[in-house]
């Protein structure tokens, strides 16, 4: 990545610290170390080859946090080169000691928002999100920075919750504590709950963009996403609109199952029939 890109664009951003996620980072940090469910496997299986990554590949993680896919992708794979963005200068931070502490020269972190990301199209081989869309105001927008900043033949990892009381908790309790710390806890950016997407929403979401390969798949407490995007030139790959409705429509009724990770050998799509 270029630092200097990086330095600037976290120079450019609000200087706020008007969130939940600044003032109870603690707290999220520990619910993304014991209650959040761990996808390294999955992810893993998803976007790299039997073998790991080629060296030099670059991985982002959005909404990283306290760093937890960053860091345990770049210690498992040396080959590695993953950049963890989010907003909070103290998650941020948590995530920076973390790498320290695992002495992981390959891992960086900055802080950035994800609505605009600091790096040129095309130059990112894999991207990781998980439970970011549930307090994002625009996850369309989103998706459209993922599709952006991808290489040719990128893929991108996405995993949402779709427990509504069991996801929405977290949020709920960051606000209880907020309200019994500080007189000021109507100010923080963070919607008052968690949006947990429904199936048709969630594919939706996903099919915004033009994939050359996508797939969802669900288990009993997340939905997830594989897309590969294109080598043709954005402008050359038209809306597939019907295509879309039958996929929500079949998405929708079809039954939950558990989740299998595609294999080398096998498209994107494919993985997910």
Same mark, same amino acid.
């Given at each position: 990545?270029?630092?200097?890109?990086?330095? %600037?664009?976290?120079?450019? =951003?609000?200087?706020?610290?008007? #969130? @939940? $996620?600044?003032?109870?980072?603690?707290f999220y940090a520990l619910c993304r170390e014991y209650l959040f469910r761990d996808h390294t496997e999955e992810i893993a299986h998803s976007l790299f080859p039997p073998a790991g990554p080629a060296p030099g590949t670059r991985l982002l993680e959005l909404g990283c946090g306290p760093g937890f896919y960053a860091c345990r992708l770049s210690e498992e794979f040396p080959n590695l080169r993953t950049t963890g963005v989010d907003l909070s200068f103290s998650l941020i931070q948590r995530a920076k000691d973390r790498a320290a502490?695992? *002495? =992981? &020269?390959?891992c960086s972190f900055q802080r950035a928002d994800a *609505? #605009? =990301?600091?790096?040129? &199209?095309? &130059?990112?081989?894999?991207?990781?999100?998980?439970?970011? $869309? @549930?307090?994002v105001p625009d996850k369309e927008g989103?998706?459209?920075e993922i599709f952006r900043v991808l290489k040719p033949s990128g893929l991108c990892f996405i995993a949402e919750p779709t427990s509504g009381f069991r996801t929405r908790l977290p949020l709920a309790l960051m606000w209880l504590l907020a309200r019994l710390t500080t &007189?000021?806890?109507?100010? !923080?950016?963070?919607p008052q709950q968690a949006d947990v997407m429904s199936r048709p929403s $969630?594919? #939706?979401?996903? !099919? #915004?963009q033009s994939w050359a390969e996508a797939g969802l798949q669900y288990d009993g407490w997340y939905q997830y996403a594989i897309c590969r995007r294109g080598t043709a030139p954005v402008a050359e790959n038209s809306p597939k609109t019907e295509h =879309?409705?039958?996929?929500?429509?079949a998405q929708t009724a079809s039954a939950a199952s558990h989740f299998v990770p595609? %294999?080398?050998?096998?498209?994107? %799509?494919?993985? $997910?029939?």
């Open positions: 990545m270029d630092s200097s890109n990086c330095e %600037t664009n976290a120079c450019s =951003l609000p200087q706020t610290t008007d #969130s @939940l $996620f600044e003032r109870l980072s603690w502490a695992r *002495h =992981l &020269s390959n *609505h #605009s =990301l600091p790096y040129a &199209s095309g &130059s990112i081989d894999a991207i990781v999100v998980s439970r970011l $869309f @549930l307090i989103i998706v459209r &007189s000021a806890a109507g100010k !923080y950016r963070e $969630f594919a #939706s979401l996903i !099919y #915004s =879309l409705a039958n996929l929500i429509r595609p %294999t080398v050998d096998r498209p994107v %799509t494919a993985a $997910f029939s």
